[in-house]
């Protein structure tokens, strides 16, 4: 995995003045575009989109300073007016394009390269479980993207569902963990600048098909599941969780996200201080091919 990175980072070096579309990105990698910038914005701290803007700003710091006109080089990388270059420069500088010729200001923001990074003290536990295909038969809205802190969206979601909603689908479920199941699936392209939104599913897993009018079902195919328990405080144990098992856990496990909903589960008991979650990723044998 950490080959494929360090070759995309290449690609970019030498791409930077065209469009990188989604699927170049998932040629060079092997993931889908939304799975690769997911692990990417955990291991970088910083978005894809931010990365390459910020690569832009600095080769285009050093070709100003060497004699290039600022009309030129905001052209050159793909911005529509002088003003919004120089207005993108500033921001990321602090000085404008003009500064930088006068007083040869030079920022740089070196290219990425990506290796494992071997610290003790951290240990995860994991297992791997194959499942078979399976429905989870619930209540869904698109709610927005967020990364840390409680979701009101998905707080009001769940407080919006029925008791008749509620008594069906425990007498649907008939699969581990028999309680409520987080689900969330199709994820806008503004993931990496924690923008847009994604579907939320709250639901329990079956192999029953839904019959209610005021239910949804999401079929979930056949998979290897990479299953993290997790406790400590909610939800940031959870969330840290996640964050770890992209930026350490997937480049040296073997593994790569497979193109599929994640799954989390929580046992409320009232005490957020010391909270058991479960979040289970779907998973494939690096080069493996799902059916």
């Not at 050093?62 to 911005?79: F, H, P, R, S």
């Not at 993207?145 to 008594?167: D, M, P, W, Y």
């Not at 990479?226 to 480049?251: D, E, M, R």
């Not at 599929?260 to 909270?275: D, K, L, Q, R």
């Amino acid at each position: 995995m950490l080959q494929q990175f360090n070759q995309l980072m290449d690609y970019i070096e030498e791409n930077l003045t065209e469009e990188i579309s989604g699927k170049d990105i998932s040629k060079i990698v092997g993931l889908s575009d939304y799975h690769f910038k997911r692990m990417f914005s955990y291991m970088a701290r910083m978005s894809l989109n931010e990365y390459i803007k910020n690569r832009r700003l600095s080769v285009a710091n050093v070709e100003l300073i060497n004699g290039a006109k600022v009309t030129d080089i905001a052209y050159k990388y793909g911005y529509q007016s002088l003003e919004g270059f120089s207005r993108s420069f500033r921001e990321w500088s602090g000085f404008l394009p003009s500064e930088v010729i006068k007083n040869k200001i030079q920022k740089s923001f070196p290219k990425f390269s990506f290796f494992i990074d071997i610290r003790g003290g951290i240990s995860m536990e994991f297992k791997i479980e194959e499942k078979s295909k399976f429905n989870i038969i619930g209540v869904s809205r698109r709610v927005p993207i967020q990364f840390e802190g409680e979701n009101h969206s998905i707080v009001e979601l769940a407080q919006s569902i029925t008791e008749q909603q509620r008594n069906k689908m425990h007498q649907i479920a008939n699969l581990h963990p028999h309680q409520v199941l987080n689900v969330s699936y199709d994820f806008d392209d503004g993931f990496l600048e924690e923008k847009g939104y994604l579907t939320h599913m709250i639901g329990f897993a079956t192999t029953k098909e839904n019959e209610y009018d005021d239910l949804e079902q999401l079929s979930i195919e056949e998979s290897l599941w990479a299953i993290f328990p997790n406790q400590g405080p909610f939800p940031v144990t959870l969330q840290a969780t996640t964050a770890q098992i992209y930026s350490q856990w997937l480049p040296s496990s073997g593994y790569e996200i497979a193109d599929m909903p994640a799954i989390s589960f929580t046992n409320h008991t009232g005490n957020y201080e010391n909270v058991y979650s479960e979040i289970w990723m779907p998973v494939k044998k690096v080069g493996a091919k799902l059916e």
